[in-house]
């Protein structure tokens, strides 16, 4: 999907092409998508780029990045694929933006591999598991109980994130509909059942400033996650959270200013 | 052809209001609906059912998988099996049948399945389903987006574990052994006849046909819309060059049969109503986790007017159960005099070309005493008129071959003091 001043890009990756999106200028700062990836530019994205290179590459079976998840069996498979795409996409050792699932991921790189990320801001990441407040399942989901739980402008976000976009054709709104269902699957790959991989034992690893960002009316990962993140990591961090803001903060808040 | 007496083991005493009051039969059902000491009861009435069905001459019994849920009380169908290999004496013994992506490591299937083999003298069929994502994907947390390359992975583990006479190591993805050499093996060579029981997916015929395994397609909703599916998986058998031997394939219906079609309808409407309002109660939630259909699948179904048709049934059976009007109306209870059922059921046959039909003939919260009558008056009054059809023209090469008949063990007679 273009969008003006958007340039596309496909990087191979354990064998599949993986889309990357660039845009703006000054230093470059990575952007890994949330939960049900990105079918195409949004406003978030233009904020981060009005001071930044911002590039975004789409993670393994999210939309963009072809069926990468089917190869990806492990934990490990999934930490090594990652920094091949960092790598592929000239972001190894830079600022890094992770929502959701991409926050999760980002900070499990940065465990792993310090010298792969510079800094992080991490936008309701997936990953702790708190049995007495646990975050919801979001597999689990009617097709009308996903959009109030993930946003806090359900209509409008069922329209614009969940619904293929006018003038597809028949077999065009089939391919959309799969690629959606598809970053479900992945998403699942990696998070099924719980989501807890075990990142608390290694939030410890993550050494560089870590900026927390909540919104406030999150159904999926309840606020209160941000301390318990921060109270795990080993560097600098700071705590934002958003008034009317749920999981999908780039869509219920985009002029949030994340940076800095 | 081949009639088979396939017991579901419906919890039978869920309440009036379970539909009003309760989101889901499976997963999260309330197990404070559940009472061991009914469940007592139940469990030995419907092992009198099956035991009976073998006694009257079925050709075989069948029994299933499913976890966490009052619309089968099976999580080990080799449990039943097992006291069916001794308690019946030539009937062919069909598990469909153990979910092979849930056990760790598989070859626990290939020892069971070749306990029961040996226990029954060869009478086992091996059926292995993928499992519902119910099942599966929810009660026993498998990740759906591997569910089926580690079921195909645990199929190999388990075939090579029944035909490899040497100990050997299996390097898998998903399973990783040094040393398997699976003892006790099945009496039956290679292995015993492999049934799959599928729900209408491509895929799923064309590894029946590699594979050379029967193709069981087991559908609540009955004979009209089974004939779409079957259809399709006799064109791509055509496609693939292979025969039309009807045996190649199974299709489950439920059947209630009386003197009068006016008697079996007063006979069969609670225990068909029971069925399809709380055994099908499946909640919406659990019904299709991303990753569980192949988008292959997923494809042909938007692309398929035939296998849309068969979903849009599922819908509306999870949002609005059907009237006893409908269920007899579709053909998803096939009611009438024995003369009437054997009718129809020879033109379900010959139109779908289906040699192994499994029958329903308990279900919902049918008591014992009208389970018992339905089936006697099934093997008596219908089946003989279904039984030559196929048998001149083909051969059932899925059928089991066991020991010679007096060859085979006969359970000493207990005494009960």
New interface residues.
């Given amino acids: 999907m273009s969008h003006p001043g958007v340039k596309e890009t496909f990087v191979r990756v354990g064998g599949e092409q993986v889309r990357v999106w660039e845009k703006g200028s000054g230093a470059p700062l990575g952007v890994l998508a949330g939960l049900g990836g990105l079918n195409a530019w949004t406003p978030f994205l233009d904020e981060l780029a009005q001071s930044r290179t911002v590039i975004v590459p789409s993670l393994p079976g999210f939309p963009g990045g072809g069926l990468l ?2 190869k990806l ?1 492990t934990f490990a498979d999934w930490i090594i694929c990652m920094l091949d795409l960092l790598e592929a996409a000239g972001l190894e050792g830079k600022d890094l933006v992770g929502h959701s699932i991409g926050g999760m991921l980002a900070a499990e790189v940065a465990a792993f591999s310090r010298a792969s990320v510079k800094s992080l801001v991490l936008i309701a990441p997936l990953g702790l598991y708190d049995e007495k407040d646990p975050p919801a399942d979001p ?4 097709a009308n ?1 996903l959009p109030p739980l993930l946003s806090t402008k359900p209509a409008e976000f069922a329209k614009e994130r969940l619904t293929p976009p006018a003038g597809l054709s028949g077999d065009e709104q ?1 391919e959309w ?2 690629v959606q ?2 970053a ?3 998403a ?2 990696l998070l ?2 719980l989501g807890d991989l075990g990142l608390a034992r290694r939030l410890h690893r993550v050494t560089c400033p870590v900026k927390l960002v909540w919104g406030a009316g999150d159904r999926v990962v309840p606020p209160s996650y941000a301390q318990k993140f921060a109270s795990g990591l080993a560097g600098p961090t700071q705590i934002q959270i958003v008034p009317g803001a749920g999981h999908a903060l780039d869509f219920d808040a985009p002029r949030t200013a994340v940076l800095g | 052809m081949k009639l088979l007496w396939f017991h579901l083991m419906p919890y039978t005493d869920l309440p009036d209001d379970f539909t009003k009051k309760h989101a889901s039969v499976w997963v999260d059902i309330d197990s404070r609906l559940f009472d061991p000491a009914k469940a007592h009861g139940m469990y030995n009435d419907f092992m009198d059912e099956l035991e009976f069905a073998a006694e009257i001459g079925f050709d075989g019994v069948c029994v299933n998988e499913h976890h966490q849920n009052a619309y089968g009380l099976m999580p080990s169908p080799n449990i039943i099996a097992a006291s069916l290999a001794r308690r019946t004496r030539d009937a062919a013994i069909v598990v469909m049948g153990n979910s092979l992506a849930l056990y760790n490591p598989p070859t626990r299937v290939a020892e069971e399945f070749a306990m029961l083999d040996c226990i029954s003298g060869g009478r086992l069929v091996a059926g292995f389903p993928v499992g519902t994502p119910m099942d599966t ?2 009660c026993y ?6 569910l089926r390359e580690k079921y195909l992975e645990a199929h190999d583990l388990v075939m090579k574990a029944w035909t490899e006479p040497d100990t050997f190591a299996f390097n898998g ?2 399973n990783q052994l040094r040393y398997v050499n699976t003892w006790p093996k099945p009496v039956q060579k290679p292995h015993p006849p492999v049934w799959i029981p599928g729900g209408g997916s491509i895929e799923t015929w064309r590894w029946c046909a590699e594979m050379d395994y029967v193709y069981a397609y087991l559908s609540y909703f009955g004979y009209k819309l089974g004939q779409a599916t079957m259809d399709g998986f006799w064109a791509e058998m055509d496609r693939l060059g292979k025969d039309r031997n009807p045996f190649r394939a199974g299709f489950l219906q439920f059947v209630g049969v009386a003197e009068t079609r006016k008697e079996a309808l007063e006979m069969y409407k609670e225990p068909a109503e029971y069925f399809f309002n709380r055994c099908l109660h499946v909640d ?3 019904a299709n ?3 569980y259909s192949s ?1 292959a699948t ?2 042909a179904r ?2 398929s007017q035939v296998v849309a048709a068969a979903s849009k049934a599922t819908d509306a059976v999870a949002y609005g159960p059907p009237s006893f009007e409908e269920i007899v109306d579709k053909g998803y209870v096939i009611i009438g005099s024995p003369d009437e059922v054997a009718d129809q059921l020879r033109e379900v046959a010959v139109n779908m070309n289906v040699g192994q039909l499994m029958m329903l003939l308990q279900y919902g919260n049918m008591k014992k005493e009208l389970a018992f009558y339905n089936t006697e008056l099934f093997a008596k009054r219908v089946a003989p008129q279904l039984k030559p059809l196929f048998e001149d023209k083909w051969e059932d090469r899925w059928w089991p071959k066991p020991l010679p008949r007096e060859e085979r063990a006969l359970p000493r007679a207990v005494v009960v003091r």
């Fill in positions: 998840h089917k069996d597999f689990n989901r009617r109980e089939t509909t799969i269902i598809r479900t699957e992945a699942s790959r099924w059942p | 994907v929810f947390g498998q990740n759906p987006s591997q993805r998903f919406a939630r659990w986790p991303a990753g988008e997923i494809r938007v692309a």
